[in-house]
């Protein structure tokens, strides 16, 4: 059974930071890819960050020169650094990773910044 399970969430000031992770298990999880998702209250959830199992890393304009993810596989971990937190990064932070036609889905961790 696959489980991500987030946590690092939280309530912040803008400027601040902030550090996320997504602990894995029922999965290889070197095998997977590996990204970063943020739904927003009556906006549509949109990717954030994705690292591919090679550390190739790509990120939303939004959010690029101040979030990085990361992996450390023997933890089965995806991280996702952000600093200079705005009040628009508020959100709830989803992890996600795929195979084939699955989709797997954290249960999410409220960011809010508050300005």
């Known amino acids: 059974q696959v489980q991500l399970v987030e946590s690092g969430g939280g309530l912040v000031q803008a400027g601040g930071s902030l550090r996320l992770s997504c602990a894995a298990s029922g999965i290889a999880f070197k095998l997977y890819a590996m990204g970063w998702y943020r739904q927003a209250p009556g906006n549509q959830r949109e990717l954030v960050a994705r690292i591919s199992t090679r550390g190739t890393t790509n990120y939303a304009d939004s959010v690029k020169g101040r979030f990085t993810i990361s992996r450390d596989n023997a933890k089965n971990t995806v991280y996702l650094q952000m600093n200079s937190l705005k009040p628009e990064d508020t959100a709830v932070y989803y992890c996600?990773?795929?195979?084939?036609?699955?989709?797997?889905w954290g249960q999410g961790t409220q960011v809010t910044v508050s300005s």
């Open positions: 996600n990773t795929n195979w084939g036609d699955y989709d797997y």
